[in-house]
């Protein structure tokens, strides 16, 4: 598959719009942020996760968002600085922006990237694995070898036998 195809944003939606259960299925990513923003603005009594273990999710679920969204805004910028730049500042919002909205603004944009990404991810995925394996040749099957026949004649001949009375009274 050409390395355009996999890298530009509008081509990866134009897959995933063909295959759009991998592509609905890749988009359950995007429920990570949300559950990031509940637990680190609301559930969280520690940033430790010794002291609170959720603290452990929160930091797992942005480690995961981060990933994918520095993933796509290179794919999207073409730029690795801008990337890293655009990444921080979108979860960095997301978990420190005193005003709400912003934070929401934030959030919103991380759960359709999220979404985006790893749906259109997972379609690419399916449709390379389906290309892959419509163009490989067939294994050649192994012939089984001839069963031998029997050296001998049978020495008994088969018998029908009539039995009489069969279903009468």
């Excluded at 940033?47 to 968002?65: E, N, Q, T």
């Excluded at 979860?91 to 999220?114: F, K, P, R």
């Excluded at 995925?125 to 029997?150: F, S, V």
Aim: net charge positive; proline share 6%; hydrophobic share 45%.
């Amino acid at each position: 598959m050409d390395r355009t195809a996999t890298t530009n944003p509008l081509a990866q939606l134009r897959v995933a719009r063909e295959k759009p259960v991998a592509a609905l299925l890749g988009a359950t990513a995007g429920l990570v942020p949300v559950g990031v923003f509940e637990l680190g603005h609301y559930e969280l009594t520690s940033w430790s996760p010794l002291d609170c273990p959720k603290a452990a999710i929160v930091y797992a679920g942005l480690l995961f968002s981060a990933l994918t969204v520095l993933g796509w805004s290179s794919d999207m910028f073409g730029s690795k600085v801008k990337a890293i730049g655009f990444t921080a500042l979108l979860e960095g919002i997301m978990m420190t922006a005193d005003a709400g909205w912003l934070s929401a603004i934030a959030l919103g944009y991380l759960v359709v990237i999220n979404a985006v990404a790893n749906g259109c991810r997972l379609a690419l995925r399916d449709t390379t694995a389906a290309a892959g394996t419509a163009t490989r040749p067939k294994k050649p099957t192994r012939a089984r070898p001839a069963r031998p026949r029997r050296a001998r004649q049978r020495t008994t001949t088969p018998r029908l036998a009539a039995v009489s009375g069969y279903g009468s009274n």
